[in-house]
Structures are given as structure tokens and as C-alpha cells.
């Protein structure tokens, strides 16, 4: 079984949804996999999705309102196969925080986006409602390219 964690900043917006998206896209897929996320900052610790996240997830069918938010730790990086950050910021605080002998693979989430590499999805949290659902579509498109990119690995005859 595959693992894979989804990091933010705060994991109460964007990787909350990745999460959610990420296991819609895995039953679509029949992939059996253990899928978490968590944040790079402690702030929101212990708490739900933001409302607004939990309203886009709604939006699409998908109710994240059980979540909870927590902070990435060095067991993370023995723990999953994939840990996937959502914007650069987050990327360099991975790679920082990620001891040497850890096998875990980093990517940002639109690395496996086509045409996207490099790019992040954009904090919503200072944002509006409608901002949400443009974070949920670019995590679609994440999730989708790395959910097949892992079906095609480990189908693979
Ligand atoms: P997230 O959004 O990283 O997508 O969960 C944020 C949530 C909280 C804060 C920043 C971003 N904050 O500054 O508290």
C-alpha cells in the first residue's frame, strides 16, 4: 500500500483539501493507499478545516469537517512513501526539516500537474470564498497527475 502525506502551512486550507481530493481520486482509481496531511506551523493544531475549505470540499461533495489539523513531525518522514507540499515555501521547510536517511520521496503537488511543474497552489487563507474553489481545481489537477503516476508505477508488470 502506498502512502502520502499532503503539507501546508497551516493544514486547515489547502491540504485538507488535497487529502479529500486525493481520496476521491484513489477510490476513481481502486488505489489502496494511507493519505494524511499536516502543517509545516503549529498554529492551528488540534483545529477543523477553515470553514471556507470545508465549504469548497462540500461544494464538490466531499465533507472534511472531521479533519484536524496537526504539525508535520520526523516520524512523517519515515512514515510515507510521498510527501507532497503545497507551495515552495513549503517544499523548503520539507527539505529542511527531512533527516538524511529518510527514503521518502518530496515533490510540490503541481509537479505532477501537466505543464505545471514548478508552480504552487496559492495560500487562499487571506482570501475570498471564490479563491477556494480555485485552490480545489489546481488540487485536482495535482492529485489526479500524481494518483496516476502512482497507479502506473506500481501496476508496472
Ligand atoms: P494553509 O493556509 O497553509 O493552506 O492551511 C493557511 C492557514 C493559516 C495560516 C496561513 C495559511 N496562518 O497564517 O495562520
Same mark, same amino acid.
Given at each position: 500500500m502506498v502512502s502520502v502525506l499532503f503539507v501546508c502551512l497551516g493544514n486547515i486550507c489547502r491540504s485538507p483539501l488535497a487529502e479529500a481530493a486525493f481520496r476521491i481520486e484513489t477510490a476513481r482509481l481502486g488505489l489502496d493507499a494511507e493519505v494524511d496531511s499536516a502543517g509545516t506551523? /503549529?498554529? %492551528?493544531?488540534g483545529q477543523p478545516p477553515d470553514r471556507r475549505a470545508q465549504a469548497a470540499a462540500l461544494r464538490k461533495g466531499t465533507d472534511i469537517s472531521h479533519l484536524r489539523a496537526r504539525q508535520v513531525t520526523r516520524g512523517d518522514f519515515e512514515r510515507f512513501d510521498h510527501i507532497v507540499a503545497l507551495d515552495t515555501h513549503n517544499l523548503a521547510d520539507l527539505l529542511s526539516l527531512r533527516p538524511r536517511d529518510s527514503r521518502s520521496r518530496i515533490s510540490m *503537488? *503541481? /509537479? %505532477?500537474a501537466a505543464g505545471c511543474a514548478g508552480e504552487a497552489v496559492a495560500d487562499p487563507y487571506h482570501g475570498a470564498d471564490e479563491d477556494f474553489d480555485v485552490a480545489w481545481a489546481d488540487i485536482a489537477a495535482g492529485v489526479r497527475g500524481l494518483a496516476e503516476a502512482i497507479v502506473r508505477e506500481t501496476r508496472r508488470p
Open positions: 506551523g /503549529d498554529w %492551528h493544531v *503537488l *503541481l /509537479d %505532477h
